[in-house]
């Protein structure tokens, strides 16, 4: 992918990678196997964009996510910030460095510790970077973010098994924007939430978006949902992003068979409007024995001989549209008309 990086760019991931491996556990007796979980990928996220990673089940999208925020340490690659590659520097470096990264995580039950209360949880980055300087000014803090995200300020010595899942979402949110990032991995903060409360949750964060002005990398598997708060979307597909581009180029002319799937897939709220169902075969292959060449013709409906052979680079198809496919061809019929996407308000 050869994309040209400008001021407005403010994350830069090059030929990113990472390989999980078994070797020197507990194999009882099996070679050591290894699972290529995100293989050499590269983007860009611009200044108080929204950038949304879709894709199915296992394809390493969380993976990517903490990738770039060294949860988890690349095997291989790159992850700039403002020019500055964050794969050098050392763990206290990286310490400081998340006052700007910041991360809201899936499970808005499990990511919320039990024996602490909402201020105390939402006031630990506060503290952790020495952003207050007393208990009263961390309080004053605290009770800014709760209404900022749609609580009330009361609840700050309430625990978190006394909220709903959409109200401890908040509250991971308030947590997250505390102590105000440039930069947030939102890791399929709704799918766990009902369809009502999703609605409410991604207009919230599209309005503090606009506020903040952060930009998001937004995980998510819902491609209603992405519509909604994406500007860019990246198809990723064992490890590969497959497809890169801006939200309605990619949903209206989809060029990657395997987008064109998935979208195709998405129901459609008007039975009179044109669409055509694209039902692929065979199942996903294992991430740790992924095919040679294009990762997806095994599944492929237009698959030929190269394409068992040769990778298919990330290639710009129109200006900035990234497809890796050796036959991409943008959608003659829209798989996702404008009314597929539900409003949201």
């Not at 098994?161 to 991971?172: D, P, T, V």
């Not at 590969?240 to 060029?255: A, L, M, Q």
Request: aromatic letters at 6%; charged letters at 25%; glycine letters at 6%.
């Amino acid at each position: 992918m050869n994309e040209t990086n400008t001021q407005d760019d403010l994350i830069t991931v090059r030929d990113l990678g990472k390989t999980f491996s078994d070797a020197g556990g507990l194999t009882l007796g099996k070679t050591p196997s290894s699972v290529r979980a995100v293989d050499g990928v590269s983007f860009t996220v611009k200044r108080a964009e929204t950038l949304a990673l879709v894709g199915e089940s296992g394809c390493g999208k969380s993976t990517l996510g903490r990738l770039l925020l060294r949860l988890i340490e690349p095997t291989e690659g790159q992850v700039l910030m403002d020019g500055v590659d964050l794969t050098r520097f050392s763990r206290g470096e990286m310490r400081a460095m998340r006052e700007k990264m910041q991360m809201i995580f899936q499970d808005p039950y499990g990511s919320l510790s039990p024996r602490r209360s909402i201020a105390q949880i939402v006031a630990e980055p506060l503290e952790v970077f020495g952003l207050v300087k007393s208990r009263q000014q961390a309080r004053d803090r605290v009770a800014e973010l709760l209404t900022q995200v749609g609580l009330s300020p009361t609840f700050m010595d309430r625990y978190p098994r006394q909220f709903s899942g959409g109200q401890r979402q908040r509250i991971g949110i308030a947590r997250a924007i505390s102590v105000n990032p440039k930069f947030i991995v939102a890791d399929e903060p709704v799918s766990a939430l009902d369809v009502s409360v999703q609605a409410q949750v991604v207009n919230l964060m599209q309005d503090l978006q606009e506020q903040h002005k952060f930009s998001y990398l937004f995980i998510a598997h819902d491609l209603s949902v992405v519509r909604h708060i994406a500007d860019r979307v990246a198809v990723m597909y064992l490890g590969r992003i497959v497809e890169i581009g801006p939200k309605d180029r990619v949903y209206d002319r989809p060029s990657h068979p395997y987008t064109q799937a998935l979208l195709s897939a998405v129901p459609e709220p008007d039975p009179d409007a044109p669409k055509t169902r694209i039902v692929l075969k065979g199942d996903v292959p294992s991430p740790a024995n992924v095919p040679p060449g294009c990762s997806f013709h095994t599944r492929c409906p237009i698959a030929e001989a190269i394409c068992r052979t040769e990778r298919p680079p990330l290639a710009e198809t129109v200006p900035g549209h990234f497809v890796a496919c050796h036959f991409a061809k943008p959608n003659p019929i829209p798989v996702a008309p404008r009314t597929a996407a539900p409003a949201i308000v």
